[in-house]
């Protein structure tokens, strides 16, 4: 494992909107996995935001990206792919969320 640096709030915010989307292969409860980033270049590290959401056997099961990335990824498609599609969706949530927002503290006004 990469040394861990510690998530800030934002980051925490986004792991839990990135887990409650449920396993990205299965629905089943996930928990975040870390996008490993290619090619290290200035400044770029491991971050807290390149995650995707998987449950345990496909985090660190028999046939997870752990344990068989290649199977995985042939299967499932590229985990940096699945982590473009995994940020499409939190931003969605945010929108919605958002919106919803907006329309409760504006409630009485519209
Ligand atoms: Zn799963
Ligand atoms: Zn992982």
């Not at 292969?25 to 590290?45: D, E, F, S, T, Y």
């Amino acid at each position: 494992m990469a040394k861990k640096k510690v998530a800030t709030k934002a980051e925490r915010e986004h792991m839990s909107k990135v887990a409650s989307l449920g396993c990205w292969v299965c629905q089943r409860p996930a928990n975040v996995h870390h996008i490993r980033p290619i090619g290290l270049g200035i400044g770029l590290k491991s971050s807290h935001y390149d995650t995707i959401p998987l449950c345990y056997d496909h985090h660190q099961g028999q046939f997870s990206i752990h344990n068989c990335k290649q199977q995985f990824e042939d299967m499932y498609g590229k985990e940096t792919n699945i982590l473009q599609e995994v940020k499409k969706r939190v931003a969605d949530m945010e929108q919605a969320n958002d919106l919803f927002n907006f329309y409760n503290t504006h409630k009485g006004e519209i």
